[in-house]
């Protein structure tokens, strides 16, 4: 575990303003090596919020943490396999004990492989179901009882869960079957618990991509699934990012549940 912070007196407590409505918050995200995963936890402290960065991969986080100490943040980089259910659920006392709350959890993880189903590979569908749904389960659950305090106890009034499911937990697809099982999943999970939890207090939102520029839909086959839309015209990282922050940082008697966003070229 590494911390990373500015050296200039400001860690999570302080109170927010309109320029940074999330100062004094703190959040985690997860898969936060790559892709929409940095993007948020890069706009996140840009937001003010402190942030706790978990994924695999040390020296990405690390990358990453240095420029969330540029945007004047407090930051810990905590190194996880997140098919290890322990240590997923270990990530996310560590951040508590770091900042001593939890405000945002936002679980960006995943994992994607696509092809006929039945030439499909056992392994691949067990990593779906790991890191899309079992992972976002235990990260959530652990989460829980950390943003209702802040929601009960903030200067907020309100605390954050985002999941990032997939156009693909709306539309199924050939070819695209166990992923969108997965994201199917997500997304059901997310409305179960929102309606769980709203009146404490937090707001449980589901954020739907469609073709997204990141390593996961370079890798794999899964550009397949864009049905010829030129790479160039996918959404960017940064795009979901946007959306995530603008979840969080609605007033707290709004809550954005639900927001499916697709390249202008996307058809499906």
Not at 34 to 50: H, K, N, P, V
Not at 206 to 222: D, H, I, L, S, Y
Request: hydrophobic fraction near 45%.
């Amino acid at each position: 575990m590494t911390d990373t912070n500015t050296g200039n007196g400001r860690t999570a407590g302080h109170t927010g303003n309109a320029a940074t409505p999330l100062a004094g918050c703190a959040a985690v995200v997860t898969g936060a090596s790559s892709g929409i995963g940095a993007a948020t936890a890069l706009a996140l402290a840009r937001e003010g919020a402190d942030v706790a960065l978990v994924a695999r991969r040390a020296d990405r986080l690390e990358e990453l943490a240095a420029g969330i100490r540029d945007e004047g943040r407090s930051c810990v980089a905590l190194t996880a396999d997140l098919r290890d259910m322990a240590r997923a659920r270990q990530a996310i006392d560590d951040a508590v004990e770091r900042f001593a709350r939890l405000d945002v959890m936002v679980n960006s993880v995943g994992y994607a492989a696509v092809g006929p189903f039945e030439f499909s590979d056992p392994e691949d569908w067990e990593r779906m179901v790991d890191l899309n749904v079992t992972a976002v389960l235990h990260t959530s659950q652990k989460a829980l009882p950390h943003l209702l305090a802040a929601a009960a106890d903030g200067p907020r009034g309100v605390a954050d869960l985002v999941n990032i499911s997939s156009t693909a937990g709306r539309l199924a697809r050939p070819e695209n079957s166990v992923y969108c099982a997965t994201k199917h999943a997500v997304t059901a999970f997310s409305e179960s618990l929102r309606q769980e939890v709203t009146g404490r207090g937090v707001r449980v939102g589901v954020v739907e991509p469609g073709m997204t520029r990141t390593e996961m839909t370079a890798a794999g086959g899964v550009a397949a699934v864009a049905h010829g839309m030129p790479r160039e015209s996918w959404l960017h990282a940064a795009d979901i990012a946007r959306c995530i922050t603008f979840m969080v940082t609605r007033p707290p008697h709004a809550a954005i549940n639900e927001l499916m966003v697709r390249p202008t070229a996307q058809e499906r």
